[in-house]
């Protein structure tokens, strides 16, 4: 199963991704998660993503194609991977289907998440991250057990900086300016699967497996 994971900011990508991986034995790769990871560690490249993702603007192509590409020739990619908020513009896009081409590879599905501007903001200003084990968390959609803490591992619970209601405005603007016109780029190709977001966490997963499913 090669997938993408397409939606605006909030819409759910990184909550679904945990139920296809487990579902479909393939790596979860976030671009997102890459790069955060590598402004904790306090790499060149998270130096250089900070400076545009603080901003709520995209790293630039260069960067994020490049380290994509490099992931994608790991071994536990082999029998498929779940691409969660890769590719984000037409250049991105064109740059993973030459990179598959020359591995004789090609996409299953790309599972676009439809949620409204409205609930988006909502959901990435209330989201709350663990800061040891990464758990995702809401602080009125899907709480945990106790304000604050996280249930897998008892970590303290924060907020990404680049969830402040303003930043959140502008990823938006961003996603619909660059992003959104990967939708008709897909589904010209015949490969994009519709989800209803706005259902609660579990419904929205199960129908994303039911039709990843029944290829
Ligand atoms: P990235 O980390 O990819 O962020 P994003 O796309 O903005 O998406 P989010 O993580 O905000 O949202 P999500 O859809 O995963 O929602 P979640 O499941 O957490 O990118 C961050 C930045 O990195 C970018 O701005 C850019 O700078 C850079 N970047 C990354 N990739 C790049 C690329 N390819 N090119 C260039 N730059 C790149 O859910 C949100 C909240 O809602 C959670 O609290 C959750 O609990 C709750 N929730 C989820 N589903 C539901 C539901 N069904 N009902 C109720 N609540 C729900
Ligand atoms: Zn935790």
Same mark, same amino acid.
Request: net charge negative.
């Given at each position: %199963?090669?997938?993408?994971?397409?939606?605006?900011?909030?819409?759910?990508?990184?909550?679904?991704?945990?139920?296809? =991986?487990?579902?479909?034995?393939?790596?979860?790769?976030?671009?997102?998660?890459?790069?955060?990871?590598?402004?904790?560690?306090?790499?060149? $490249?998270?130096?250089?993503?900070?400076?545009? %993702?603080?901003?709520?603007?995209?790293?630039? /192509?260069?960067?994020?194609?490049?380290? @994509?590409?490099?992931?994608?020739?790991?071994? /536990? &990619?082999?029998?498929?991977?779940?691409?969660?908020?890769?590719?984000?513009?037409?250049?991105?896009?064109?740059?993973? !289907?030459?990179?598959? #081409?020359? %591995?004789?590879?090609?996409?299953?599905?790309?599972?676009?998440?439809? @949620?409204?501007? #409205?609930?988006?903001?909502?959901?990435?200003?209330?989201?709350?991250? &663990?800061? /040891? &084990?990464?758990?995702?968390?809401?602080?009125?959609?899907?709480?945990?057990?106790?304000?604050?803490? &996280?249930?897998?591992?008892?970590? #303290? $619970?924060?907020?990404?900086?680049?969830?402040? !209601?303003?930043?959140?405005?502008?990823?938006?603007? =961003?996603?619909?300016?660059?992003?959104?016109?990967?939708?008709?780029?897909?589904?010209?190709?015949?490969?994009?699967?519709?989800?209803?977001?706005?259902?609660?966490?579990? !419904?929205?997963?199960? #129908?994303? =497996?039911?039709? %990843?499913?029944?290829?």
């Amino acid at each position: %199963m090669r997938a993408i994971l397409l939606g605006p900011p909030g819409a759910g990508k990184g909550t679904q991704a945990e139920t296809i =991986v487990k579902e479909f034995s393939i790596p979860h790769i976030s671009t997102g998660d890459i790069f955060r990871q590598n402004i904790k560690e306090g790499t060149v $490249l998270g130096k250089k993503a900070k400076e545009y %993702m603080d901003q709520g603007l995209l790293v630039p /192509d260069e960067l994020t194609v490049e380290l @994509v590409k490099d992931r994608l020739l790991k071994d /536990d &990619c082999e029998n498929g991977f779940l691409l969660d908020g890769f590719p984000r513009t037409i250049f991105q896009a064109d740059a993973l !289907e030459s990179a598959l #081409e020359s %591995m004789n590879q090609k996409l299953d599905y790309v599972i676009n998440i439809i @949620v409204k501007k #409205e609930l988006l903001v909502e959901r990435a200003v209330g989201r709350r991250i &663990c800061k /040891d &084990c990464g758990q995702t968390f809401h602080i009125s959609f899907n709480k945990p057990s106790k304000e604050g803490i &996280c249930d897998n591992c008892g970590g #303290e $619970l924060l907020q990404r900086k680049d969830d402040a !209601e303003e930043t959140v405005t502008k990823r938006i603007n =961003v996603y619909q300016e660059q992003t959104e016109p990967l939708i008709d780029y897909y589904t010209k190709k015949g490969i994009i699967v519709n989800i209803d977001g706005e259902k609660p966490i579990a !419904e929205v997963g199960k #129908e994303i =497996v039911a039709k %990843m499913r029944n290829k």
